[in-house]
């Protein structure tokens, strides 16, 4: 029954899914690094920094540190990023890292990003179940013009993906059954928690999220309810 | 030096200030009405409903009882303004009551707030800070038009105005400084919470929200730093 219930929401994965993460962080700390790091190339600066991510989420997925939001985690990692490629942070003015910090808030969306979410928002209610902090999802969306209707995520309900409370006390707040909302990433295991909550996934391909030489999340693990092409190619097969 | 200091987002209280409650209420009450209590006016039962609002919410302000959203306090209320115009609920099906409910999510704006909502968009960030929940406000901007940038008010920070941490942690949220925020409502004891907690003030005169014999709210009480006739008005003078 669960497969024919109609679906009212969709939430979208941000980081990956709907902006480029990678091209973004590269384009902002290029400049920072011909300053003070010529040896460091941006784009694995940008793998370094985002390396710390997930262990960063973790102290708090685990207990062992209370929520904080991700700019905060995004700022200490970005020390870690920095010593890691060997740049000597001590005489860098805390301003000048603190502005780089917000390189996330500016991420440019996937060609189709927009005009998928313009469609997809005329039909459903669309907001992004990300990792990121509101302050850096409500810049980034006023930047690309990303039309959400509202931002849902880690800092409304202060845990991070993929805890299953994280998605199931969004689904409480938007004051459906989980059947009735679709999880969209680009991530199958953002998918797999999504799916063990209930509610239903749709996978997108980015095969270039990390790069040219990307080796994961290259096709769908499990048969997700919806493999679409892109956000444009969802709107379509949605409104069948 | 806080008055020159540029706004960056303005929060919007949304009952009364953004969107009609009073006419919206009436409307979906009277076919309820003309089945359960043909006696009772539908104005004198939005007016019923609403006297259960504040009282309501100040057992959560009090700490007596843990948060719960809007729609959980107004189903109760509904309960009790039915109790107050003498109708037997216990022949009403749960399911009706429950219908009836979602009125608060259909309210229509006042007819300058979805053109000023958009021209303020350009320039600010706009949210709602309201003591409505998340799934109710998002309801009412797609059917209203509102445009959003996200949702923020009473469930993000689980509390109600006018307690001070709801404005603090509101400002916390978006990054910013509170001088950088402007509160915009319709209602002198919100804008002297804000103001208490380093906001700015917009205060929108809504002479009919109460209805015509309404006695409350019909000037500005402090020197709010804009007093503009209406939401249009106000995207006018901060463009200048």
Chains 1, 2 share one sequence.
Not at 41 to 49: G, K
Not at 81 to 100: F, G
Not at 136 to 164: C, F, H, N, Q
Request: net charge negative; charged share 25%; hydrophobic share 45%.
């Amino acid at each position: 029954m669960a497969n024919t219930t109609p679906i009212k929401a969709l939430l979208f994965d941000t980081f990956g899914t709907v902006v480029d993460w990678r091209s973004g962080v590269a384009r902002d700390a290029q400049p920072f690094l011909e300053r003070h790091a010529r040896h460091v190339d941006a784009f694995a600066f940008a793998d370094a920094w985002r390396r710390e991510y997930m262990p960063a989420m973790e102290e708090v997925r685990s207990g062992r540190r209370p929520f904080v939001r991700l700019d905060v985690l995004h700022r200490e990692n970005l020390q870690k990023a920095l010593q890691a490629c060997k740049v000597d942070t001590a005489s860098i003015d805390a301003r000048e890292l603190d502005e780089l910090n917000l390189c996330w808030h500016r991420l440019d969306p996937w060609p189709d990003s927009v005009e998928g979410l313009q469609r997809l928002k005329q039909q459903f209610i669309i907001a992004p179940l990300s990792n990121g902090n509101i302050s850096l999802m409500v810049d980034m969306a006023k930047r690309a013009g990303l039309p959400w209707d509202t931002i849902l995520g880690a800092e409304v309900v202060r845990g991070y993906k993929p805890s299953p409370q994280v998605y199931t006390q969004t689904v409480e707040i938007l004051g459906l059954q989980p059947a009735e909302v679709c999880m969209v990433a680009a991530h199958n295991n953002d998918l797999a928690a999504a799916r063990s909550c209930g509610l239903k996934t749709a996978f997108v391909l980015r095969p270039t999220e990390h790069g040219a030489a990307q080796t994961t999340d290259l096709h769908a693990e499990q048969a997700w309810d919806f493999v679409p092409r892109d956000l444009i190619d969802l709107a379509e097969q949605l409104s069948q």
